[in-house]
């Protein structure tokens, strides 16, 4: 439904081939940390350094966003992104990259992803005239944002292993210039600028006191952070299983990624089919405990063909856990509020992920990355079973 509107078609084509072109890239990091460091502690760090800033930076980022125009700062964000990757072209180019260069680029990249990730939340409701259509753009939204996932580390992985890192980063720059120009065509209202009342403290105070005053969001938020920072720890250790575990190269790790970004395809497309958010919470907390589950299941696959579905699973129901916690609350809350909480949502859902991969690349090198996934994902099926 939400797909009739010109303004969120040109929105979801523009982020949807940025966000190929981010994976791809995520690839070409991914393994060429892994191929100069030879340590899974160093995949940690790279993962914790592009998510981190999403842990503490999102929140006051929230605030920001309730006072700027969204889609200036989506410009400032994805132009930030470019050139991050121009910078990161150049070092391989010039064969000077090192591991802890990709660290500190990954560090940028996440520091404009802090204001970039709640922008996009924020802009969907600007973008369409009748609010009833919103949970339809949001589960949208998350489909093309994670087909991208499914479609961008299948296309990395072959770009890498066929031609290199250098094509994979100069294959990013180019998509990227795709969401520059779709928000340069999209007619939106001009942004009113809002007089603030109150300090920044306060403000964000109010957005936490929102989100965390209804009992059910308050769950729920709790969830999804306690199963981000578990579940989602998965993606720092893959370079680890395509390369040890299942002895292959950044091809089988981009189908290991696209495996996952599969399966989350195919839990927004489940959620775009709803017309309401009835029952969401019951989805929210089976589909974690699920997913928990599928995670330990995976961490003892000897066989890649075995890995792939658990991998699928899991990701489906993660994914379905988190695109429902954010469609209900973009549901209910006020448009004075909007980018706090969604900043609020983001903290929980992206900025708990850096903390688990840095916190299972540690404890991999001390007990090997199997075990280390096993007990993440037992802890994520218990805090479901709470739920």
């Known amino acids: 439904r939400a797909l009739q509107h010109r303004n969120f078609r040109l929105f979801i084509v523009g982020q949807g081939t940025s966000q190929i072109g981010n994976w791809v890239q995520l690839i070409a990091t ?3 940390v892994y191929s100069l460091s030879g340590s899974t502690l160093m995949l940690g760090l790279s993962a914790f350094s592009l998510q981190i800033p999403m842990l503490l930076i999102t929140p006051f980022a929230g605030v920001l966003l309730d006072r700027l125009d969204v889609r200036r700062v989506l410009f400032a964000t994805n132009t930030l992104a470019m050139l991050q990757s121009v910078v990161m072209l150049s070092l391989v180019v010039s064969g000077r990259i090192e591991a802890w260069h990709i660290v500190v680029g990954n560090a940028v990249l996440g520091l404009g992803n802090a204001f970039d990730a709640p922008a ?6 600007k973008l369409l ?3 009833q259509e919103l949970t339809n753009a949001i589960a949208l939204n998350s489909t093309v944002m ?4 499914f479609i961008g580390p299948m296309l990395g992985g072959l770009i890498t292993a066929a031609f290199g890192e250098v094509w994979s980063f100069a294959t990013n720059c180019v998509m990227r210039l795709a969401v520059i120009s779709a928000l340069r065509a999209s007619h939106i209202a001009p942004h009113v600028n809002r007089q603030a009342s109150a300090g920044m403290f306060r403000q964000l105070m109010a957005g936490i006191e929102y989100a965390y005053g209804f009992f059910p969001s308050r769950c729920a938020l709790l969830l999804l952070a306690v199963s981000s920072f578990c579940l989602q720890s998965y993606a720092s250790l893959m370079p680890w299983f395509a390369s040890e575990r299942f002895h292959g190269d950044s091809r089988t790790l981009g189908l290991l990624y696209s495996s996952a970004g599969l399966g989350a395809v195919c839990g927004m497309l489940y959620l775009a089919s709803r017309t309401n958010i009835r029952g969401l919470f019951k989805v929210i907390g089976w589909n974690a405990g699920v ?11 000897e066989s890649l063909w075995l890995a792939l579905p658990m991998l699928f699973v899991s990701a489906l129901c993660m994914m379905l856990t988190a ?10 809350v006020p448009d004075e509020l909007r980018g706090r909480v969604a900043a609020l949502y983001v903290m929980s859902f992206l900025g708990m992920s850096p903390v688990g991969s840095l916190c299972s690349g540690w404890l991999a090198d ?3 990355s199997p075990s280390a996934l096993a ?13």
Do not use: D
Request: aromatic share 10%; glycine share 10%.
């Open 146 to 149: 994670n087909g991208a996932r």
């Open 129 to 131: 005239p009748n609010r």
């Open 375 to 387: 007990l993440f994902g037992s802890i994520g099926l218990i805090a479901a079973l709470v739920y």
């Open 30 to 32: 991914s393994w060429l």
């Open 323 to 332: 695109a429902s916690t954010n469609t209900v609350l973009q549901s209910i």
């Open 291 to 301: 997913a928990g589950l599928m995670l330990v299941a995976f961490s003892f696959a």
């Open 120 to 125: 996009r939340q924020a802009l969907i409701s």
């Open 366 to 368: 001390h007990v090997g």
